[in-house]
């Protein structure tokens, strides 16, 4: 079953490619949109490249050139992976609040079947205090 | 005496009154996306550990065939797509969101709680304990029959059940519309973290299959027929796994969007008793999570 529409929908996620350098040792030219487009299009045509090269030699040379595009983009995703920590790392304390919230309202719930359990052992301590009053 | 007779009577009309606050459709709810916030949760957590596992293969594969080039690679540049830190905060962030849901489900269907239940039948117990002893040591002829109580402690189960209800019904839609936001949040960033992974993996498996193809080419002879057939039998697999493991985080992106909606339907429907889009979305979801509940640990690396 498709999803039914919303009210309220989901905001547009970031992708890699579009969102801001989160990493300050990272270079700004470095994490531009445009410039990571250019990566991932020069790594797929290198691709392309190796597999058509019928030579060991040039295949290497390629290979060569695509395992340091490679690095690169990789230390991008990194980079951006650890500037999703830091925004995981700021909705902790956001979740563990809720959590403690509905703690309470599992304890408030809890102390009434206290409160009932109070009542019967009220009931059975006067129980006892007659019984014992009426054998004296 | 009539009076008497007609005590259980109108204890079992409060009792169907009161039980008529029930909020067993938030009970039925709140365990539904519970359940599934699991399966969602799981299916994150394994998405993460394959991620990781991919990416040092990739890596370890290009080690080897730098190996004894004219830059060989550092055993100790290699490092982790997400470093152990980043993994500890998202599998905290995971955990809360399923101990969130959890303590929702725990919470709604504290109506039906056994320790009430138990509670309530010794209050009765003990209310004809009182009464024997009553009228066994006073002129008074207190006598309470074991009917009059069972209806006390079908009475005290209502009213404790109604106590409970009126708890959740005050507080719960609260919890829930204000965490709202922060399930969003929490979805936005895991499909972010998915994008990312999505488009890692996609290099990764072409890394490992290149370097495999190097490797078969250098071997060339020294491979015997069977063991060169063997390796060249590798490649499309490796492509295959590719193709699978992008079908699969694209799924749980799928997912992820649902558990987010769901959330927003579940919000909308604490303050509601129809909720039929609510049920829908959490068949969804379910149906989704489960597709891929095996998946990530079914996946072979090479």
């Known amino acids: 079953m498709p999803p039914q529409k919303s009210a309220k929908t989901l905001t547009a996620v970031p992708t890699p490619a579009a969102t801001a350098p989160p990493d300050a040792s990272t270079p700004a030219t470095l994490a531009s949109p445009d410039t990571i487009a250019a990566y991932r299009a020069l790594y797929d045509t290198l691709g392309r490249a190796y597999w058509e090269a019928s030579d060991i030699n040039a295949k290497d040379t390629i290979q060569g050139a695509r395992d340091a595009i490679y690095d690169i983009l990789t230390d991008l995703n990194i980079a951006q992976l650890q500037a999703n920590t830091a925004l995981f790392l700021a909705l902790i304390p956001r979740v563990r609040q809720t959590n403690v919230a509905l703690g309470k309202i599992k304890d408030d719930i809890g102390s009434i079947t206290k409160n009932i359990n109070t009542a019967s052992s009220v009931i059975a301590s006067i129980a006892k205090i007659v019984s014992i009053v009426g054998k004296i | ?147 009059e109580a069972n209806a006390t402690s079908t009475a005290l189960k209502a009213l404790g059940d109604f106590l409970a209800s009126q708890k959740v019904k005050s507080s719960v839609p609260k919890v829930v519309h204000d965490m709202d936001p922060n399930v969003d949040a929490i979805c936005n960033l895991l499909l972010s973290d998915i994008a990312i992974l999505r488009d890692q993996a996609g290099r990764d498996y072409e890394q490992i ?20 057939r063997a390796e060249i039998q590798k490649l499309p697999k490796i492509l295959a796994n590719k193709q699978a493991t992008d079908d699969m985080l694209a799924g749980l992106a799928d997912s992820i969007k649902q558990l987010a909606l769901t959330h927003h339907a579940l919000a909308a429907a604490a303050t509601s008793k129809d909720a039929p889009s609510l049920e829908a979305r959490i068949a969804d979801l379910r149906a989704s999570g489960e597709r891929l509940a095996d998946f990530y640990l079914s996946l072979p690396l090479k």
Not at chain 2, 108 to 119: E, I, N, R, T, Y
Not at chain 2, 122 to 139: F, V
Not at chain 2, 209 to 228: K, N, P, V, Y
């Open chain 2, 209 to 228: 299959l290149a370097q495999q193809d190097s490797f078969i080419r250098h071997a060339g002879t020294s491979l015997s027929a069977t063991e060169r």
């Open chain 2, 1 to 147: 005496m009539r009076h008497r007779h007609l005590v259980p009577g109108a204890l079992c009309a409060c009792v169907f009154l009161l039980a008529g606050c029930s909020l067993s459709p938030l009970a039925n709810r709140t365990a539904a996306f519970s359940s599934a916030t699991n399966i969602v949760v799981n299916n994150s957590e394994n998405a993460y550990r394959a991620a990781v596992r991919l990416n040092d293969e990739a890596q370890v594969s290009m080690l080897v065939a730098r190996y004894d080039s004219a830059q060989p690679m550092d055993p100790h540049s290699l490092k982790h797509l997400i470093d152990p830190q980043g993994l500890e905060t998202r599998t905290q962030v995971l955990n809360g969101l399923r101990t969130y849901a959890r303590t929702l489900a725990d919470v709604s269907s504290g109506v039906s709680s056994a320790k009430l239940d138990d509670a309530a039948k010794s209050a009765g117990a003990d209310l004809r304990k009182l009464g024997d002893a009553i009228s066994a040591s006073t002129p008074v002829g207190i006598d309470i029959t074991p009917q």
